[in-house]
């Protein structure tokens, strides 16, 4: 049986509206990462003459194909360096798929890389392909270091298959990834000394150096330097932990100088609980209130060990928080009406946005029972001050809840395709939800949503 209640049926009063502010860098990001690999492949026209026989273009597509994963694995560290103009702006869900694209094309040219310059050199030689590959990698300058980094590069992309992921957990796969840097390395040495695009060339050398150096600046400060920074200023530490639902807690923090994090509602930090079996890892969690200068709220569904052990924490717990990140903020809404739609645990950012996003603001709460709608007394209380519209989406007792379609969505928010739409849930409801909005006519560039799946 599916239950729905509503919470008055009128816009918002009394919030301040402001004009949400569009950035050009979700556009100029890829064009500048394209410019980039168009400079590369000028790099190695530039430097080549001419190209002669099976050898020579097995060759050249070995140079070409190197040149690109060199280049890949700068951008593919710039893209997670956490840089916040790229966060708040692409949005950190966008910016992970862009890196998990880059990521399979920068294995796939390192593999052929390798594949093409052995068969080019063994037609060049006369020699076998297995002699020739013994030659290479021995006998060549930074060359084992090299294959060790190739090794590494394709060890990682394996594991971050989709099937390897589902077989461990997010902190074992995020930690694994760690050996991307030292694959960098690796392979930045052996580029250099063996790279013929590179090998007397001052300027293609100091190019590559001001790439690399750069790349690992950004990294080194904003996933090294500003947390720790923020850490030791903002003193994070844990003042309670509340049950919100079956599975369901708020951990409530304090600290100092909070008013100089920025968090927007809509917003996430990583955090990192420095208790037994917590500390060594740092964990995605949305505030689910707009962040106070005081005090700050995650609210947290026990969905792995993690989570689950956030239940347990004791007060004066210290915490140290890497943030905020995501784009999932006012900052994307282009429409004055707003709808929000939430899945399960996936109310915790949208209960922070309905409490301020200006305009006419639609909450629809998607729950398999009624006890497991978490903070739905905050919810309540502030429709019924800003007069928003509330539906509870709630399957009892067999927790079948009505399909989410373009005609149910359409039914609770008549004139749907004039909204913007702020969504997020599971990845199945996400999906669902994402088709649906579309067949009830909402833009695609009007559906908002960011995920942490990994």
Same mark, same amino acid.
């Given at each position: 049986m ?12 009394g ?11 979700p556009?100029l990001?890829p064009?500048?990462?394209?410019a ?10 530039s430097?080549?003459?001419s190209?002669?026989g099976?050898a020579?273009w ?7 194909t190197?040149?690109?994963?060199g ?7 710039a ?8 966060d708040h702006t ?14 399979r094309?920068t294995v796939?040219?390192?593999l ?7 068969w080019?050199?063994?037609l060049?030689s ?7 590959t013994?030659?290479l990698?021995?006998?060549y ?8 980094g190739?090794?590494l ?8 298959a ?24 690796l392979a ?14 001052r ?12 790349v690992?600046?950004?990294v080194?400060?904003?996933r ?8 030791? *200023? ?6 309670a932990?509340?049950?919100e639902a ?15 994090l920025?968090g927007e509602?809509?917003?996430f ?10 500390w060594?890892t740092?964990n995605?969690?949305s505030?689910?209130?707009p ?13 792995g ?12 717990? *210290?915490?140290?928080a ?9 900052n ?6 707003v ?5 399960g ?5 949208l209960?922070?946005?309905?409490e ?5 603001v ?30 509870y ?6 927790g ?7 005609r149910a ?8 395709a ?12 996400t ?17 908002h ?6």
């Amino acid at each position: 049986m599916t239950t729905t209640f509503t919470t008055s049926t009128d816009t918002t009063r009394g919030t301040r509206r402001r004009r949400p502010r569009h950035s050009a860098v979700p556009f100029l990001a890829p064009l500048v990462i394209w410019a980039g690999a168009a400079g590369v492949l000028a790099l190695w026209w530039s430097d080549t003459t001419s190209v002669v026989g099976p050898a020579g273009w097995l060759t050249g597509a070995g140079r070409i194909t190197g040149l690109l994963a060199g280049y890949a694995c700068a951008v593919l560290l710039a893209l997670m360096a956490r840089v916040p103009l790229l966060d708040h702006t692409v949005g950190t869900d966008r910016l992970a798929r862009w890196h998990a694209f880059g990521g399979r094309c920068t294995v796939s040219l390192a593999l052929a890389h390798t594949l093409l310059i052995i068969w080019g050199y063994s037609l060049t030689s006369h020699t076998n392909v297995v002699s020739q590959t013994s030659t290479l990698v021995l006998h060549y300058p930074d060359l084992l270091k090299g294959t060790a980094g190739f090794l590494l590069f394709l060890a990682t992309g394996v594991l971050s298959a989709r099937a390897a992921r589902r077989r461990m957990s997010y902190e074992t796969w995020h930690y694994l990834h760690f050996a991307t840097y030292l694959a960098v390395f690796l392979a930045f040495g052996h580029q250099l000394s063996n790279g013929a695009d590179f090998v007397g060339n001052r300027l293609a050398q100091a190019a590559w150096y001001t790439l690399f150096l750069g790349v690992a600046a950004l990294v080194a400060w904003y996933r090294f330097a500003v947390p720790l920074r923020r850490g030791l *200023r903002h003193r994070l530490r844990v003042t309670a932990v509340r049950p919100e639902a079956p599975g369901v807690v708020s951990v409530h923090l304090t600290g100092e100088h909070l008013d100089e994090l920025g968090g927007e509602p809509g917003q996430f930090l990583r955090w990192r609980f420095l208790a037994r079996g917590l500390w060594w890892t740092a964990n995605p969690y949305s505030l689910s209130a707009p962040a106070h200068p005081r005090h700050l709220r995650i609210t947290v569904k026990a969905a792995g060990g993690h989570s689950a052990a956030l239940a347990r924490l004791a007060p004066g717990t *210290r915490v140290w928080a890497e943030g905020p990140y995501g784009g999932f903020t006012a900052n994307r809404r282009t429409a004055r009406k707003v709808l929000l739609l939430a899945g399960g645990v996936g109310i915790t950012p949208l209960r922070a946005l309905f409490e301020t996003l200006p305009g006419q603001v639609t909450l629809v709460y998607r729950a398999r029972h009624r006890e497991d709608l978490a903070l739905r007394g905050e919810i309540d209380a502030i429709a019924a001050r800003r007069r928003a519209t509330v539906h509870y989406d709630v399957g009892e007792p067999a927790g079948r809840s009505s399909p989410l379609t373009a005609r149910a969505l359409t039914a609770l928010v008549p004139d749907l395709a004039a909204h913007d739409v702020y969504l997020c849930g599971p990845p199945g409801m996400t999906q669902a939800a994402v088709r649906a909005l579309r067949d009830a006519g909402v833009p695609a560039r009007r559906i908002h949503h960011e995920s942490f799946a990994f």
